[in-house]
């Protein structure tokens, strides 16, 4: 049993007779409280969808659910439902647009290292690659001679999300996002 200092991001725990999917977490040190962090979780309940937060000490034990992670790839969308491909025996798992859509800002038909979370045979979340390729839809001209700045400029991604990039980036381009902090990383490989 890890202490909650130890969950991380789509983590499966239980908790009061149900199965958790940790969202966010949130790390606070309250003043006056002997090197205490509290550990404020967004989870959401992996059969009913419903959403909690709820507050742990660092030292509080909790239970880790039994889940699979399956590594998939994004396959198609119907209107609101995104269908995902199991990579090794090609079951399909579907996702209503709600319960993903802070995924789907990274994720396109190339998108790699996806994993589809699994508790009791059920989809019931995407975990992503700390790292993903897209490309960039619109952004300001590159401005020649300011590949040394460290200005910046924002830029919408194929998928909807903008991020600031280096002034030298232009439309067109695919780029490395950090899908934690939402930000530029660096030119992506050109395959």
Known sequence: MPKASEIKKNSAIEYNGSVYIIKTI????????????????????????????????????????????????FSY?????????????????????????????????????????????????????????LDIVEADPAIKGQSATARTKPAILSTGLTVQVPEHISSGERITVNVEERRFVSRADSK
């Open 26 to 73: 949130e790390r606070s040190v309250p003043q006056g409280r002997a090197g205490g962090s509290i550990y404020r979780m967004r989870m959401y309940d992996a059969a009913t969808r419903n959403k909690i937060d709820q507050s742990f000490k660092d030292s509080d034990m909790l239970t880790l659910a039994d889940l699979t992670r399956r590594p998939a790839k």
């Open 77 to 133: 969308s119907d209107g609101d439902e995104y269908v995902f491909m199991d990579d090794e025996d090609y079951s399909a798992y579907s996702f209503n647009k709600e319960q993903i859509e802070d995924e789907l800002l990274f994720i396109d038909e190339t998108t790699e290292g996806l994993s589809v979370v699994i508790v009791d045979e059920a989809p019931i979340a995407l975990d992503l690659p700390a790292n993903v390729d």
